[in-house]
DNA sequence: CTCGGCCATTGACCTGGATCAATGTGCGGG
DNA sequence: CCCGCACATTGATCCAGGTCAATGGCCGAG
């Protein structure tokens, strides 16, 4: 998954490069190091910017194929910091990996490059998504995403997913406070939409009317 | 501005590839076109996502100087539509020119990765905006944003600027409405913080005190 | 198994900003 | 110069979501 769209070529002279890390859940994944690309193989990460004391947005979650690549260079320090949410292993792969391999692929420059405005594509969205939608249609469209990020389908068309974040984190993404998260899941289940077994696992019972909920075309 | 950064031989050779357009006040700029690259040489333009009939959001404001690279490449389309605000100078480089001009010189393609990373940036920045300040320091931020990208410091210290975008314009922009966003400029009037000659043109009396209401260190 | 702490849920109430409804006001066209 | 229209401001009222305050439930340590 690092390297999908790579020529196979290029793929197997990055990986000769890779190392891996394991970040322990709540624990900061350090993106300082100038120009390392860092892949994560598996968990569930957060992108935090801390206003004030008690302000706080999540830009976004990170899951399980996510690349992430150095905030901006040269001594401008990224905005966003990243914590892990649950245990997760990373691939991490060196500036000179990226120099070298790429001077002989461009593919993997384009990549590289790709990666960038997709990134740029989804914060946009989530512009609009904070800034325009209802506490259901937030609700929606997180559960939505995280649900196809990183669910299973069941036999009967259900779809199961994990919710290792708190309420306090999905809050802090979706511009919202814990209590009107709760309210809402709740809402979600009244309306048979959702399951709640536990508070961190949940199930998707109608995609459908779901879906009906966020206002994005995708 | 176009070549920021770039060595000048680079820039040189970029420049014996630009194009020109100009673009109508309330004209999209159209960026569909595979791997082109766009600069705005003057005015401002709006980037938005249209969301419903009645809701919008637009994700930020494009000054001079601002790079416009193409959305997500292969068919899935850009989500955001870009409208001139003002009456707009471009400069148009075409993938061809990125792509001959980079093979000779891997700068180029630096450059547009730390755009694009960049642009990343203010986007999540932006989310944090939206997501978590109250009015008066969203209007603020804005303000002190537009300011520094356009405005014109007078001898006395005040920095005086254009609004050439609408209410609406600028309530889209940080998720509040037409009606808040004039409320709230007129108790920046009386609290002394600035001037408003005319609606569409503006004076920032007191830098320190706008500063006060930007929750962000920058 | 029991205790304590943290997280989630629920309820009652409050408020910042939205909505609805008039006025202002500046500008382009005749 | 006047008119008309689009934009801006201002006021009155409303409400989605925030705040404050219990209560419940899960989990890990002992």
Redesign the pocket.
């Known amino acids: 998954m690092v390297c999908r769209g790579l020529p196979s070529i290029a793929a197997r002279e990055l990986s000769l490069w890779a190392r891996s890390a394991v970040i322990d859940a709540g624990t900061e994944i350090p993106l300082s190091t100038r120009g390392e690309v860092l892949v994560i193989v598996s968990g569930i990460a957060r992108a935090e910017i801390q206003l004030d004391a008690d302000r706080r947005q999540i830009t976004r979650f990170r899951y399980a194929g996510d690349v992430l690549q150095p905030g901006v260079v040269n001594g401008i320090s990224e905005i966003c910091r990243t914590i892990a949410v649950t245990p997760c292993i990373l691939c991490r792969i060196p500036r000179e990996a990226i120099e070298d391999v790429g001077q002989r692929h461009p593919k993997v420059r384009e990549r590289q490059l790709l990666i960038a405005t997709s990134e740029a594509q989804s914060l946009a969205r989530h512009t609009a998504v904070v800034g325009r ?6 609700l929606a469209t997180f559960l939505l995403e995280l649900s196809t990020r990183t669910g299973r389908e069941r036999s009967d068309g259900a779809i199961t997913f994990r ?1 290792p ?5 999905i ?1 802090d993404h979706l ?12 809402r979600m289940k009244k309306e048979g939409l959702l399951e ?1 077994p ?3 696992s949940g199930i998707i019972s109608s995609l459908h009317d779901l879906r009906a909920w966020v206002p994005f075309a995708d």
Do not use: F, Q
């Open positions: 939608l209802t506490a259901m249609e937030r919710l974040m708190t309420r306090e984190d809050a511009g919202l406070n814990v209590e009107t998260v709760s309210r809402n899941l709740t709640l536990k508070p961190s």
